[in-house]
């Protein structure tokens, strides 16, 4: 990969995460955030936690190259077409990172109320060891890392308009992530986590 931007690179045990906060340029990133935030067919499904469900705290899209669902916590999903602002940042960021992605979650926090809690992107579909790129638009929150069993090993990242995220290696296995709730008040914010989800066999 090649390192064409301004980048935090933290030192963690067992994970592999690089962060780039310019990835996409202010003012193409108020345009993609415009054309995303109305025209996607936004969702909101319930969520099944520990065997009670609940309504998700957050709107939600998928969307791919393939009808292959896509499924994590009680939710199946089936991918929407790739609109033109998708494809055109999933087009930067193949050249960014060399790697073809074949779906893209996108996440709507409409305030500081909706969150996204604690969890692993280790579903068995996206293989042994995915790599997530994940893009953010619109207001800036706050990304917290924890490892599995090294409970003093803690991260937060405040993750910006415009910026990348990229989660490689066995990032997944070790580590989890939330954008927790805040009672500050919060513009709307467009998370899209890119990803390759293998065919079942």
Known sequence: MLDLF???????????????????????????????????????????????????????????????????????????????????????????TNEKFTTVLLNLYRDGNDSNGWHADNEKELGKNPVIASISLGASRFFHLKHNTKTYQKLKIELSHGSLLLMEGTTQHFWKHQVAKTAKIVAPRINLTFRKVLKAH
Do not use: C
């Open 6 to 96: 301004d980048s935090f690179i933290p030192q963690l045990p067992d994970a592999k995460i690089k962060y780039y906060p310019d990835f996409i340029r202010a003012k193409e990133a108020d345009k993609l955030f415009k054309l995303l935030i109305n025209q996607t067919p936004w969702r909101n499904d319930p969520i099944t936690l520990f065997g009670k469900t609940y309504p998700q705290p957050r709107m939600t899209s998928l969307h791919g190259h393939t009808t292959d669902a896509y499924g994590y916590s009680g939710i199946v999903m089936q991918p929407n077409p790739m609109s033109k602002p998708l494809l055109y940042i999933e087009k930067k960021l193949k050249e960014f």
